[in-house]
């Protein structure tokens, strides 16, 4: 561990003891020259970097005159005043051209690397001590950090080799980072659609391989076992759609207990609750019905993914009228259907088309689905429960490693530009 | 009073009187919107509550009344011997009452109109104010007079002294007044001010002399310049009497606004309170109390509104210099908020007088050094008169979501605190409503009270837990907030780089300005030699140009730095992610 010494600032407190602490005005001059080009190349600060934006389109964007607007070099650090609580908000910029003037721009006075002290900016930002710099009347965008501020910004300021050596480090290793980060993306894409094949198979195939097949002659379903039957979904589950109380009655919705489920919540798949409730009064004056537990629900509108999603009522619960509801008769087992569905995504909303249209109980009543004996849907249902919790959990688990890699990659940029970190 | 024991008051018999009596406005429906039904509830309240009171006395003062028209007896004279006679600070001389309104269906205009102007002059302002006689003549017009009069004289309507003390009819007032402005939704806050942070102002107030004022009583005064409908006052009254018997508050106001003004005379009147001393007017403007010193100033003036209306006086005003209220000098334009804060400091008594106001985030920092908020921040630290500046949750207030603070200002600091400013960071000391009333989505309940009071009468740098509640205090001399603003140049040079002087001073490179914000505490040649010329060794101060700043970086001062988790550790985690998913991969997939 090299020798650190203590520099008396809160959001910096100790850096290695042969570097110094400089402020940003001894580093950079703030450029704020009005560009006055024809035509400039505009650059907007994204987080992702600093980028070209497309004045052409994107209507009303089309400023009038860019006479005001900042002229940015190579190398130059941009960083955005107002916005100081949502993650870092400074890049170096890597393209010529010209930047809106409420951002700040930091050009490098000597030969330093202006990627050393981006990469400390945004530790500022996400520690937020940029934002306790910032002044204003509310927490929104008003909260700005002032010139002035900036200006006077100390920074941890280690030799330009030093600098040099740290942000190489620090790029090498993001780069890694961030393959890993893809990396565990398309694992997680991959398991997905591991998923849904495992799902479609096993809900048209069965859990026998062995077993003798015949032609469904439906797109969806392929070949089935031949002991297996076909049967419309209208033949083998009461269905209907919900309603919504009047909104304007309070009576109808105000200390309600009933739960009322709204499109959205379909995305819940397995529904222990729902966010807003309906009073008796309410049921009785809509078109809501209060259905039993082991409904199966069906997303019937939506341009998004809302359209043909399932879900299971764990609860006693109703739903509006851009749901509808299966309760299954004896024929058929409520888990089955709702994988059938599952099955069937990609077929419905193929049909239907991504439009708005939406897709109507009459249409539904008539899809036709593989129908094995009640026991074998049990089955079915049983290796599927485990099958989908195994790839979920371990989709989970990815997920959470993707976070932790990006948790991980901001700890070594702390560590590496405060000197914690030795290259 | 907590706020706990007042609401369980006010939940019984209280609540259900004022709801009788706002139920009356379903006479109204059609005839008038929603939020204008207390426009004729409360004053229709006021004069039924006047017109039985006055029963007893009533014939007399009529008798009276006709006596001294005989002797020509009029203005201040006939004023105290009607009152002496109807035993109020008001009366009424006309030979109607409610009853006898209600006796003649058809002139029930004519009759009610004579009623009114039979009322002594200070009711017939509150009238006025309510803009009453245009709800009576669209209440005439639309048929409802007769029966809205009616009703007042029904059971429910009734409010007569001997039934309801002054106090209860206070706070049935109070509720119809509330209902009144929760009628109006997100405006409600533009008048109203809710009672949890009134309460803690209250305390920060009387904090120095609370057990004092519990044993002995005291005779105080308190003044609102932006009351509303005088609900700080009020407060402020309820918690002194509560604390003693003897505590006795006699209070003053200036509202600008003619309907809440109005509400505000009527509610003292009605409490037997100072009603003279509730002012209409613009305290910017039109200061109704010049000269007046006050023990107690409360108030929760407007912030955000711009004093465009007032300037010409303001700035008239501002050349008198220290003789009038805008000494320190004139904030920007865009905002008012620190001009009231002058108006209290000036009307506080020396010596003594406490103030709580409510200011929003922009009188802690707005301004450059040298400008007028920073001039009147140097003028209230420097001559020692800022105790304590607490920052309060974000909604909290009816009306707005932004944060607020209140700042507690004194003409006698006790002892310990001389010299000092303390802090405190109270924004993540709340209770969840479970219901909003506008953008008011949480509550100071006793407990958090108690811990921002608690932290206050400590005085240290302290953080203070209770449960989930968090406040923190740190405590400043007064200089820590001053600075320099110092203007650098850069000197034109020679080619040897050596700084071309005339007449023994360097010349500036022309655009080479730039300043530096140096703490008071900090030695300015210090500073520039070290953060300055080993950058610029051509740099030179004209220290001619100095300018004295005061500004407090509340957020900044509370800031904690926390550092990220170690890369090891995060590294240890990804590795045990690694391992169960191996596992679980195995399970899914077998050995393949």
């Known amino acids: 561990m090299r020798d650190m010494i203590s520099t008396g600032i809160v959001w910096c407190p100790s850096i290695p003891s042969d570097w110094e602490i400089r402020r940003v005005k001894n580093c950079f001059y703030i450029s704020k020259v009005k560009a006055g080009t024809k035509n400039p190349v505009v650059l907007k600060l994204a987080r992702s970097g600093v980028q070209v934006k497309d004045v052409t389109v994107n209507g009303g964007q089309m400023a009038e005159s860019y006479d005001d607007y900042n002229p940015v070099q190579v190398g130059d650090l941009l960083l955005n005043p107002m916005d100081l609580y949502s993650g870092a908000n400074c890049n170096v910029s890597e393209v010529e051209g010209v930047i809106s003037p409420a951002y700040v721009n930091l050009r490098a006075k000597e030969s330093i690397n202006p990627f050393f002290f981006d990469y400390y900016f945004k530790i500022q930002y996400w520690t937020m001590a940029m934002f306790a710099h910032g002044k204003g009347v509310s927490y929104d965008n008003r909260w700005t950090i002032n010139a002035e501020s900036v200006k006077a910004y100390e920074l941890p300021f280690p030799s330009v080799d030093e600098q040099d050596l740290i942000v190489d480090s620090i790029k090498k290793r993001s780069i890694q980072i961030d393959a890993l980060i893809t990396n565990a993306e398309k694992q997680i894409e991959k398991l997905k659609s591991y998923k849904q094949s495992v799902i479609t198979e096993t809900v048209t195939k069965g859990l026998d391989s062995d077993v003798q097949m015949k032609e469904s002659g439906v797109e969806w379903i392929g070949e089935i076992p031949e002991h297996w039957q076909l049967s419309h979904i209208g033949n083998l589950a009461e269905i209907g759609s919900g309603g919504t109380p009047n909104r304007n009655i309070p009576e109808y919705w105000k200390d309600g207990t009933i739960p009322w489920m709204s499109s959205g919540e379909i995305n819940l798949e397995y529904v222990n609750d729902t966010a807003e409730k309906i009073t008796e009064e309410g049921l009785n004056n809509s078109n809501a019905k209060l259905l039993p537990k082991n409904t199966v629900m069906l997303g019937l509108i939506g341009q998004g993914k809302t359209k043909g999603l399932t879900a299971i009522l764990n609860i006693e619960c109703c739903c509006n009228q851009n749901l509808a509801y299966l309760i299954p008769n004896r024929f058929l087992f409520y888990k089955y259907l709702f994988y059938c569905f599952k099955a069937m995504y990609v077929y419905i909303r193929g049909i239907v088309g991504e439009s708005q249209a939406g897709i109507y109980q009459g249409f539904l009543k008539k899809q036709y689905i593989p129908l094995p004996r009640i026991s074998e849907q049990q089955a079915i249902s049983d290796f599927l429960n485990h099958k989908c919790s195994q790839i979920d959990k371990l989709i989970a688990l990815k997920q959470q490693k993707i976070e932790k890699l990006q948790q991980y990659k901001k700890s070594l940029i702390y560590e590496y530009v405060t000197g914690k970190k030795e290259v | ?592």
Not at chain 2, 162 to 180: A, N, P, V
Not at chain 2, 433 to 444: E, Q, T
Request: with cysteine; aromatic share 10%; net charge negative.
């Open chain 2, 1 to 592: 009073m907590s706020i706990n024991s007042l609401q369980k008051q006010t939940n019984t018999n209280i609540q259900e009187k004022a709801n009788l009596i706002w139920e009356i406005a379903t006479h109204l429906v059609g005839l008038f919107k929603p939020h204008e039904y207390g426009k004729v509830i409360l004053p229709m309240t006021v004069l039924k509550r006047f017109d039985d009171a006055l029963a007893p006395t009533k014939q007399a003062v009529v008798e009276m009344n006709e006596k001294l028209a005989e002797m020509k007896v009029e203005g201040e004279a006939r004023d105290g011997v009607l009152c002496k006679t109807s035993g109020y600070a008001f009366y009424n001389t006309s030979k109607f009452d409610f009853k006898k309104l209600v006796s003649d269906p058809n002139n029930i205009e004519s009759n009610f109109e004579n009623y009114l102007q039979g009322f002594s002059s200070n009711v017939k302002d509150i009238i006025s104010n309510f803009k009453f006689t245009d709800q009576v003549k669209t209440m005439a017009d639309g048929n409802v007079l007769f029966v809205v009069i009616q009703e007042f004289i029904s059971p429910k309507g009734d409010m007569s002294p001997d039934r309801i003390t002054s106090t209860d009819m206070g706070y049935i007032f109070e509720e119809l007044i509330r209902k009144f402005s929760e009628s109006y939704d997100e405006q409600a806050g533009a008048h109203f001010t809710s009672r949890d942070i009134i309460y803690l102002m209250t305390e920060l107030l009387i904090a120095p002399e609370k057990e004092y004022i519990k044993a002995n009583g005291c005779t105080k005064t308190a003044y609102d310049m932006a009351m509303g409908t005088s609900q700080m006052l009020g407060c402020l009254t309820e918690r002194l009497t509560d604390i003693s018997e003897d505590a006795d508050l006699t209070c003053f106001g200036e509202e600008f606004n003619p309907e809440t003004y109005a509400i505000a005379k009527a509610d003292m009147l009605i409490k037997g309170g100072n009603a003279s001393g509730m002012m209409y007017g613009d305290t910017l403007s039109d200061d109704k109390f010049s000269g007046y010193e006050f023990d107690y100033i409360i108030s929760n003036p407007p912030f955000g509104i711009d004093w465009k209306r007032e300037r010409a006086e303001v700035e008239k005003e501002a050349k008198k210099g220290y003789d009038g209220r805008f000494g320190p000098g004139l904030p920007t334009i865009s905002d008012g908020q620190m001009l009231f804060m002058l108006n209290g400091i000036k009307k506080l008594k020396e010596g003594s007088g406490r103030m709580a106001i409510i200011q929003n985030g922009s009188s802690l920092f707005t301004g450059d050094a040298g400008s007028g908020s920073s001039e009147i921040r140097r003028y209230v630290i420097t001559e020692d008169m800022v105790e304590a500046i607490i920052q309060l949750p974000t909604d909290l207030f009816y009306n707005t979501g932004i944060s607020t603070y209140i700042w507690v200002i004194t003409k006698g600091k006790p002892v310990h605190r001389l010299g000092k400013i303390q802090l405190i960071d109270a924004s993540k000391c709340f209770v969840k409503r479970r219901k909003n009333i506008g953008n008011k989505r949480v509550d100071l309940d006793d407990k958090c009270i108690e811990l921002i009071m608690k932290a206050y009468i400590d005085f240290s740098n302290e953080i203070y837990t209770k449960d989930d509640l968090v406040v923190e205090s740190k405590t400043f001399d007064n200089d820590y907030f001053g600075y320099t603003k110092v203007t650098v140049m850069t000197a034109q040079a020679d080619k040897d780089g050596k700084a071309i002087l005339k007449k023994g001073k360097p010349q500036a490179v022309k655009g080479s300005n730039d300043s530096e914000i140096i703490p008071l505490s900090e030695d300015i040649d210090e500073f520039i030699a070290k953060n300055v010329l080993p950058y610029n060794p051509l740099a030179f101060v004209d220290r001619k140009k100095d300018k004295i700043g005061y500004e407090i970086p509340f957020t900044r001062l509370f800031y904690k730095f926390t550092e990220p988790e170690s890369s090891e550790d995060i590294f240890a985690d990804i590795k045990a992610l690694e391992e169960e998913e191996t596992i679980l991969m195995k399970e899914l997939f077998g050995n393949a």
